[in-house]
């Protein structure tokens, strides 16, 4: 076989083609590959945008832990108590559920702002070292808005009475056990100061106080913060004993203008019991203001009414004295034989009769010499139609019933 030889221009020209067929093959290969890939992931910019949700679902995750622990943290903060006064509490510190806690009774109701007004009153019924000794006590504390809630000159007379205080305090107080709201639900407890508190069923009272922030720790019993403050019968007794002085010294008077009258001094009850007549009304604020008071002056009548008596005598206000006309008014005082008619006209003479008596006579004899009609009218009378507003007021020489017009004979 005859081989024919190629020339070198020949041969060069053949590794050109190949080289170019080499380039094309490896260009489709090469794009075989990547169809191959992207086949395989054909989003990769999807599956990277899942990695970034992941990373916030993650990262809010994370969030939701930090805020679960924050709840812990103040459930673990309130160590068990409950209420809606709870909220008020510091949450760290000495004032807080955790600082009282290592405290006893005593110090750490001065940490706690719900407490101040307790904590003077404890402080002065020298009561601070019992609260702190070692208990246990179960302690019913009232806010500061339960003592505000007291009528003022109640809460003053109890803050001026050691006697006193130790017992509505000490009846806040269970001795010798640290209870819980399960505990107390339902029952009644003996208190330090021998007097019984009664808790509701569902333990949400006691006596007549809800619990507002309940199983408070301390470190020497367990605190339940009230809205109002429990008073002993030995305390309520004491309290009402003013008013019943106040009736006392009325002696017998009654209607609605009797409270306008002082309660002590000259011009009270008492006062105008130890003065005849005369003296009695200028003391008499209801009477004195240029007046029945003047007028008796101007009539000359004082030392008729401070006489020995006895006499029953219709008192008009101040307000019946200025309801008349000006000029009415200054006619009869310029003319002393009428003021005298008119003044003698409220007048009875020889007697001192009460509002009983002078319903019963329905008819009365005045100094004037002028009749009266007495009329009842509901719980009061009336004389000659002018109502009796303060009525059997005591004087030395009279009974004065206080009424709300002049008469005119």
């Known amino acids: 076989m005859i081989t024919e030889k190629k020339s070198p221009s020949a041969v060069v020209r053949m590794f050109a083609i190949l080289a170019a067929l080499a380039l094309v093959l490896a260009a489709c290969g090469s794009s ?31 969030m939701d832990d930090e805020d679960a622990m924050d709840d812990e943290d103040a459930m673990d903060a309130m160590m068990g108590a409950s209420g809606p006064a709870c909220g008020a509490v510091p949450t760290d510190g000495e004032g807080s559920f955790a600082g009282m806690a290592d405290d006893p009774a005593g110090t750490a109701a001065s940490n706690n702002p719900l407490l101040s007004t307790l904590v003077t009153a404890v402080v002065e019924a020298d009561l601070v070292d019992t609260l702190n000794s070692d208990g246990p006590f179960t302690i019913f504390a009232p806010v500061n808005d339960a003592f505000a809630a007291l009528p003022e000159d ?55 106080a809800s619990i507002i922030c309940t199983n408070v720790p301390v470190a020497n019993g367990t605190v339940h913060i009230v809205d109002s403050v429990l008073l002993p019968q030995v305390a309520l007794d004491a309290l009402a004993a003013p008013a019943e002085d106040a009736m006392d010294a009325m002696m017998g008077a009654s209607g609605p203008a009797c409270g306008a009258v002082p309660t002590d001094g000259e011009g009270s009850f008492a006062g105008m019991a130890d003065d005849p007549a005369g003296t009695a009304a200028s ?89 009266l009609s007495i009329e009842v009218d509901g719980s009061e009378f ?28």
């Open 32 to 62: 075989t590959e990547d169809e191959t890939v992207a086949a395989a992931d054909p989003t990769p910019t999807v599956a990277a945008d899942d990695a970034m949700d992941d990373e916030d679902a993650m990262d809010e995750d994370a």
């Open 154 to 208: 109640a809460l003053a007379a109890v803050l001026a009475d050691k006697d006193l205080l130790t017992s509505v305090l000490t009846y806040h107080v269970i001795g010798g056990e640290s209870l819980s709201a399960d505990d107390l639900a339902g029952n009644t407890f003996a208190t330090v100061a021998g007097e019984d508190v009664t808790l509701s069923a569902d333990g949400a009272m006691v006596n007549d």
């Open 382 to 409: 009336t004389v000659n139609g002018a109502s009796a507003i303060c009525i059997n007021v005591p004087t030395a020489n009279a009974t004065v019933h206080i009424i709300d017009a002049v008469l005119l004979p």
């Open 283 to 371: 003391n008499n604020p209801l009477l004195s203001t240029l007046t029945l008071v003047t007028a008796v002056v101007e009539a000359d009548l004082v030392d008729t009414l401070n006489s020995d008596g006895p006499f029953t005598i219709f008192a008009p206000v101040n307000d019946a004295f200025a309801a008349l006309p000006e000029a009415d008014l200054a006619a009869v005082l310029a003319d002393k034989d009428l003021l005298t008619s008119v003044l003698t006209y409220h007048v009875i003479g020889g007697q001192s009769l009460s509002a009983d008596d002078l319903i019963l006579a329905e008819t009365v004899t005045t100094v004037n010499g002028a009749d």
